[in-house]
């Protein structure tokens, strides 16, 4: 496949450590940021680069030339003058593929594009945008999608939030079909208002949900942190090419005060130390993923549309406090039969209620998990059994429920009073 780079930023914001080169040749330890970037696409086999160029471009052709010392091929257009965020894409539509990546040059990334491009393709999408939760929600658009990681809508960060939301976040990179792309250039263009948000209404775009390393370096603080990211391999850990290590905690109990079978938002409360200890989690090379039973969709109890507002608050929750889960993966059935308004479909022995491992598998086949590397928190014994037929390392919490569902009782590797207290075991 082929690659197109916005590479005109000039990096206002980071004027103190550019100086008289555009943002994306910032030093990054030693070498430009767009070698990393370029570098990660021809590891997935893209070698055919278009790289859009303004600010100082000189300084970008100087470095690259034709590409060939870089193992691919560079051509250029040079915006003599600022055409916004997609403004190019039209007036370069003859040199692009039917399907190529679009990728923003202020950006440190390391993922494996070939499974962003096969999602691409499952899904018959024109445009796929990566996306991942981050450390503040708070303050970014927000990706709304449906059951099928179909977009649906945006809720964006100048617009006041009246509800809870999924913390998932636009990272900047896209694949696109160039049919999408309008015949003819306006002065300027602007990617998500006048390309992405009219194929959203026409379904045919895709949110692809990834754990792996994304992040833009637009202030001197965001490059210094994915600096000493780079240096202590979680970058290069956190592609899904390799094993992932994962820590997944229960909810109720673990995350949350436990109150019984919890049927409204109003109902969730984080437990002191859950938000820093999963900030902890997200800081290090191990995964968050929560892994619950939730019985009352099948008792009736409680609508999927429902549950997804309960877990939305429990996300708006952690990333007010800067954290955030990678993964949430929920059991809605439940055995036994003879509840008034029971969902009957839902009413039976399946293979992903704790103790079963199907979550653990769900999650570890989305993430490339390497389980037997890996930890399962929750504070009952019917979680700790669960990671113990996964193969995972396990926890039992002192917190949470009085019952520990004494049936499934076995020995857990390590114990701990709440969650933040098992986080700093594992991470020392």
Same mark, same amino acid.
């Given at each position: ?79 003599? /003058? ?45 445009? /796929? ?12 658009? @927000? ?30 990179? $896209? ?7 309008? =015949? ?10 006048? @390309? ?16 792996? $390393? ?29 094993? =992932? ?22 109902? @969730? ?11 902890? @989690? ?9 892994? /619950?039973? =939730? ?20 996300? /708006? ?112």
């Amino acid at each position: 496949m082929q690659a197109v780079i916005m590479a005109g930023g000039k990096g206002t914001r980071l004027s103190s450590v550019t100086k008289d080169v555009p943002k994306p040749m910032v030093d990054f330890c030693g070498k430009p940021l767009l070698e990393y970037i370029i570098g990660n696409l021809r590891e997935n086999g893209v070698n055919d680069i278009i790289l859009v160029i303004g600010y100082l471009g000189d300084v970008i052709k100087n470095h690259f030339g034709t590409g060939e010392k870089f193992g691919v091929q560079i051509r250029y257009f040079t915006e003599e /003058t600022p055409l916004g965020t997609a403004g190019a894409l039209p007036l370069i539509s003859d040199a692009l593929s039917d399907t190529f990546f679009l990728v923003f040059g202020d950006l440190f990334l390391n993922i494996d594009f070939e499974k962003f491009a096969d999602f691409h393709r499952e899904k018959g999408a024109e445009i /796929t945008l990566f996306a991942h939760p981050n450390s503040h929600p708070f303050d970014s658009d @927000i990706i709304i999608t449906d059951n099928t990681d179909r977009v649906t809508g945006w809720s964006y960060k100048k617009d006041e939030r009246k509800g809870y939301y999924e913390n998932l976040v636009n990272a900047g990179l $896209y694949v696109i079909e160039k049919s999408v792309l309008p =015949q003819s250039a306006e002065e300027k263009l602007d990617l998500e208002k006048d @390309i992405i948000i009219p194929a959203v209404s026409s379904g045919a775009v895709y949110a692809y949900r990834s754990s792996e $390393y994304v992040k833009d370096i637009g202030t001197p603080e965001r490059l210094e942190k994915v600096e000493a990211d780079y240096l202590l391999g979680v970058t290069e850990k956190r592609n899904l090419k390799n094993r =992932q290590k994962c820590i997944f905690v229960d909810r109720d109990g673990t995350i949350n005060r436990f109150v019984g079978f919890l049927r409204k938002p109003g109902e @969730i409360e984080l437990l002191p130390g859950v938000a820093e200890a999963i900030r902890r @989690i997200n800081e290090s090379e191990y995964l968050a993923v929560c892994i /619950t039973n =939730q019985p009352v969709v099948a008792r009736g109890e409680v609508t999927f549309e429902e549950l997804d507002n309960i877990n939305n608050k429990m996300h /708006t929750l952690l990333g007010n406090e800067g954290a955030y889960l990678d993964g949430l993966f929920f059991c809605p059935h439940h055995p036994d039969m003879g509840f008034d308004g029971e969902i009957k479909e839902l009413k039976f022995d399946c293979d992903c209620r704790k103790p079963k491992t199907g979550l653990v598998k769900k999650a570890a086949e989305r993430f490339n998990i390497d389980v037997s590397n890996s930890f399962v928190i929750g504070d009952t014994y019917a979680d700790v059994l669960t990671g113990k037929n996964a193969g995972a390392k396990t926890f039992l919490l002192r917190s949470g429920a009085e019952d520990k569902f004494e049936k499934y009782k076995c020995d857990p590797d390590f114990m701990a009073y709440d969650l933040l207290e098992a986080v700093n075991i594992i991470l020392g």
